[in-house]
T-cell receptor
Framework: ETGVTQSPTHLIKTRGQQVTLRCSSQ?????VSWYQQALGQGPQFIFQ???????GRGNFPPRFSGLQFPNYSSELNVNALELDDSALYLC???????????FGQGTRLTVV | QKEVEQNSGPLSVPEGAIASLNCTYS??????FFWYRQYSGKSPELIMS????GDKEDGRFTAQLNKASQYVSLLIRDSQPSDSATYLC??????????????FGKGITLSVRP
């Protein structure tokens, strides 16, 4: 049990639609990162939020955006969904970098 | 060159054997190194972290780090069928003082034969 909860667990969307994925971190974890994991690949860093500000971004287009809220929850928004966006989306949080990132159970997004 | 590379998979070992999983990374300034275990259909689970050269042992798991050669490895002693999973190597490229912005390898699938 990592204390990181994601919703929904599964989602099917149509190409061109928009989607919002949610994450609830442990109390006190003021940093959250989002990752995309395609089938057969390792997770790829999307972006990180620290104290409600974006704090680093991976190689993802602007249609991937996020928000972090004061209550340790966060959102990942993806606009204009493409078929290649089908993946497992993972939220991770930790108190300190040296503790490593602890992942939620993920949201499996399928774009048809 | 890929930033974090895990080669030579999948790996199959008999129950009770030692499984050796290897990972190389390209960024010399990397400071923190992690091994995650991922069962099929589940999210990655942190099993080991290592920051200094040498070995770090935790139960049946030993992580080994060699910064000069830019590799990190994971040894699993007395392998059990329940160890069958994909093992992901992850590197924190910079000592940023903030949360991990991990770069992952592709993973290596381990199968332990009863």
């Amino acid at each position: 049990e990592t204390g990181v909860t994601q919703s929904p667990t599964h989602l099917i969307k149509t190409r061109g639609q928009q989607v919002t994925l949610r994450c609830s971190s442990q109390s006190g974890h003021n940093t959250v990162s989002w990752y995309q994991q395609a089938l057969g690949q390792g997770p790829q860093f999307i972006f990180q939020y620290y104290r409600e500000e974006e704090n680093g971004r991976g190689n993802f287009p602007p249609r991937f955006s996020g928000l972090q809220f004061p209550n340790y929850s966060s959102e990942l928004n993806v606009n204009a969904l493409e078929l290649d966006d089908s993946a497992l989306y993972l939220c991770a949080s930790s108190l300190d970098k040296d503790l490593g990132a602890f992942f939620g159970q993920g949201t499996r997004l399928t774009v048809v | 060159q890929k930033e974090v590379e895990q080669n030579s998979g999948p790996l199959s070992v008999p129950e009770g054997a030692i499984a050796s999983l290897n990972c190389t990374y390209s960024d010399r300034v990397s400071q923190s190194f992690f091994w995650y275990r991922q069962y099929s259909g589940k999210s990655p689970e942190l099993i080991m972290s290592i920051y200094s050269n040498g070995d770090k042992e935790d139960g049946r798991f030993t992580a080994q780090l060699n910064k000069a050669s830019q590799y990190v490895s994971l040894l699993i002693r007395d392998s059990q069928p329940s160890d069958s999973a994909t093992y992901l190597c992850a590197v924190n490229p910079l000592n940023t003082g903030a949360n991990s912005k991990l770069t992952f390898g592709k993973g290596i699938t381990l199968s332990v034969r009863p």
